[in-house]
């Protein structure tokens, strides 16, 4: 996926750039060779959706123009760092060799340096979060948790042909909505929005990463290796057998798909298991799924507000939906 359309609101962008300097801060130690691992993959890039979300529900009141607090600047920078902490981890997990089309901290330094890297990461945006208040401190905290919860609960279900569907919602719940969720929420706690609508951007972010990860997971599985950065159908060949796979499984294709999972996949299985894939409702059923979430995002921010930041976070949620069918067009 590519720009943020939360970028086209003119003063996100200047914003953005007072979030960057930040974030390069944030990982600056005595140790010249722990900041370098530390900033590696701040360095270079990423969309910064769950800063965005931060300083949206922070401006939630305010008229469109005002800059973000220093205090909102905080918020995203911590959400980033807990999220850059997850991909340093998950990458060791993966063994994976590129992230954000760089080599990724493990093929570079190392898994003991990357996993290290990855707690640092994770303690400074706690130490950030714990300036800001107790209850941003707590609830980040506790997003870690469901981030842990979610992947192992991807864990537990590798290569399983009969993973259900309320067994994939319950890990992409964690792994991924919970800190879209917890982004948007700590922005309407530092704008000091009502209990009601901090409630409604936090349903928001929800909905908006379980969408996310619903299109992330199609995208595995119909877009071309240049736009992902990392080979389609890669999900397939670790064992991770997303909604669109589930959905085809129960398909009458289902048994020829069944017959070709369940273990490992060499080069023409997974041509075979993705034309499967591809040439039934699978893929369509789950962007039915992602629409509805996105429907329900849009919703949940009906009583927030409509300035420029909130019609950007509505903007976010429609174009997940653009790109997977762009994808699912080919
Ligand atoms: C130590 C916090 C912590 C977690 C340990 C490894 C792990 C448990 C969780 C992994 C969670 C994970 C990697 C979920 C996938 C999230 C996801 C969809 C990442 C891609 O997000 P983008 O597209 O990436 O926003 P950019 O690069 O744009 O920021």
């Known amino acids: 996926m590519t720009a943020n ?4 609101v003119p003063v996100v962008a200047n914003d953005q750039i007072r979030v960057e300097e930040r974030l390069r801060s944030a990982v600056v130690t005595d140790d010249p060779y ?39 600047l905080d918020g995203g920078v911590a959400v980033e760092l807990v999220h850059l902490g997850s991909l340093y981890h998950d990458d060791v997990m993966d063994e994976a060799d590129t992230r954000r089309q760089v080599e990724s901290v493990n093929a570079r330094w190392g898994n003991l340096k990357a996993i290290l890297a990855g707690d640092f990461l994770l303690a400074r945006a706690s130490e950030i979060a714990s300036a800001i208040s107790t209850e941003v401190a707590g609830l980040l905290a506790h997003t870690i948790t469901r981030l842990c919860e979610g992947q192992v609960t991807e864990l537990q279900s590798l290569h399983d042909v009969d993973r259900t569907e309320d067994q994939y919602e319950r890990s992409i719940a964690g792994k991924t909505a919970a800190l879209f969720a917890a982004s948007a929420r700590i922005g309407g706690l530092i ?21 996310f990860q619903i299109v992330d997971d199609i995208l595995d599985l119909t877009a071309s290796e240049e ?23 129960e398909t009458r294709a289902g048994d020829d798909l069944r017959d070709l999972l369940g273990g490992e996949l060499d080069a023409p299985a997974l041509d075979k298991a993705l034309s499967v894939v591809r040439s039934g409702p699978g893929l369509e059923a789950a962007l039915a799924l992602a629409k509805a979430y996105v429907l329900s995002a849009e919703e949940s921010l009906d009583q927030v507000g409509d300035n420029q930041l909130i019609t950007g976070l509505r903007g976010a949620a429609l174009y997940l939906i653009s790109s997977a069918e762009e994808a699912m067009r080919g």
């Open 191 to 211: 704008g000091e929005l009502d209990s009601d609508r901090i409630d409604r951007l936090t349903q928001f972010g929800h909905d908006y990463g379980m969408a």
């Open 5 to 8: 359309p939360l970028l086209a």
């Open 34 to 72: 722990l900041t370098e691992i530390a900033a590696h993959l701040i360095t270079a890039g990423g969309k910064r959706s769950r800063p965005l979300f931060c300083l949206a529900g922070a401006g939630a009141d305010l008229p469109d123009g005002t800059p973000a607090s220093d205090t909102a």
């Open 227 to 249: 736009l992902l950065g990392k080979p389609t159908g890669k999900d397939l060949v670790e064992g991770v057998y997303t909604l669109p796979v589930l959905y085809t499984l």
